[in-house]
């Protein structure tokens, strides 16, 4: 371990400090079947290009596309791939074709392809706006792309990357059929990031796609993300991330099913490493939703350790002492944990609830944390801790 360069009444190397959150789950209901697990498969937009002449799958064949053609695809079904070709949309077999590198590229100004870079036949002559998939290829000032069951090459000027917007939901969002309709398509999952290639927006609704199908979601339920934001579902530690970027902005998560709930602060003044670790185990052999109230309880009481070790500059025995006396007795745990507990209370957290599961007829209840009351006295405690106050 190396020691330390700073002075010597600072170069006290701490011990790593953990605390774990005693988390309680009280089941109250037998366990029953468990209930169908609906996952939300994302439809990745890709091109695929054609290697056999063939469109046709099972049903009549609507179009024929030839080798080298590039599909836009809609989306995907066990073997077999959604794309329009010239007009008509069919299911090709996924054997057939072969996924792209997702580079598409916008045509500034009506623009001619030719087979190599700045010479040669033209190949294609493109529209204004005509969007391109790019093959990866570039010579000093052109881009090769994929059109009509061949290649040609861009004078690199002609073109620009085509950025997508994106949204991503902050809540399960409807997915609406128009922008005035009341009609659902689907369900989207909570901490979503939906690509909108129109980005048309009307009546308080944006126009995304979500697995394959074009549809409307509100404006107030999706919040503009940067293009560089993949799309699909977040991360579990990235929405747990999200939940408490206002307090823990940058603390590593770490998550995992039986993973400890812990927070730590290990290294000495001046350069302490903080990270939070939580358990994705949910009800009855679930993972639990990382936006559940559960959830964020655990996540909230897990950044107020930190919280804590950051109003007391990483001096525990002196944080420790000063949440014992702030949260007084009686108690079941130490202050620190009771303290934690209540600092997630005045972040918003509930600590414990119940849900009736209407397809199993059980209701869960849970609850979160030490146990303890939080009265008046200690959430006013608990803000100070929050705003960076020692005690
Ligand atoms: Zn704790």
Redesign the pocket.
């Known amino acids: 371990m190396a020691h330390p360069t700073f002075p010597r009444s600072f170069a006290i190397r701490f011990p790593a400090l953990v ?3 005693a988390l309680v789950l009280a089941l109250v209901a037998p366990s029953p079947a468990p209930a169908a697990h609906r996952t939300a498969v994302p439809t990745p937009s890709v091109s695929a290009a054609a290697a056999m002449p063939s469109a046709s799958t099972s049903g009549g064949r609507v179009a024929t596309a030839k080798r080298g053609a590039t599909l836009n695809t809609t989306s995907t079904k066990g073997r077999s791939v959604q794309a329009g070709v010239r007009g008509m949309t069919g299911w090709f077999p996924l054997a057939n074709t072969k996924r792209l590198p997702r580079h598409t590229h916008e045509a500034l100004r009506k623009t001619s392809l030719r087979k190599s870079p700045g010479k040669g036949a033209v190949v294609a002559v493109v529209p204004r706006g005509q969007m391109l998939a790019a093959t990866g290829l570039t010579s000093r000032a052109h881009t090769q792309f994929y059109i009509a069951g061949t290649k040609g090459w861009a004078r690199s000027a002609d073109i620009r990357r085509a950025s997508m917007a994106k949204y991503q939901t902050s809540s399960v969002t409807a997915l609406y059929q128009s922008a005035r309709s009341r009609k659902q398509l689907a369900r989207i999952p909570a901490d979503y990031t939906l690509g909108s290639p129109t980005n048309a927006r009307s009546n308080g609704r944006v126009q995304v796609q979500y697995a394959g199908r074009t549809g409307w979601v509100k404006s107030s339920q999706a919040a503009r993300v940067a293009g560089n934001v993949r799309i699909g579902r977040l991360s579990w530690e990235a929405s747990a991330a999200k939940n408490i970027a206002k307090w823990c902005r940058g603390v590593p998560i770490t998550a995992g099913p039986n993973r400890p709930n812990e ?1 730590e602060a290990s290294g000495w003044i001046g350069n302490m490493k903080e990270r939070i670790s939580l358990d994705t185990n949910g009800f009855r052999g679930k993972k639990l939703d990382p936006n559940h109230p559960l959830a964020l309880s655990i996540q909230y ?2 950044c107020a ?1 930190i919280l804590q070790y950051r109003a007391y500059k990483y001096d525990f025995t002196r944080m420790d002492k000063g949440m014992d006396k702030a949260y007084g007795k009686p108690r079941t745990a130490s202050g620190t ?1 009771h303290m ?1 507990d209540c600092m997630a209370v005045a972040m918003g957290a509930r600590l414990k609830g119940s849900e009736y599961d209407p397809r199993s007829g059980y209701t869960t209840t849970w609850r979160s944390g030490y146990g303890g009351a939080c009265k008046p006295g200690h959430l006013d405690a608990a803000r100070k801790i929050i705003a960076g106050r020692a005690l």
């Open positions: 605390f774990a959150a927070a009481h897990e350790h944990e934690a």
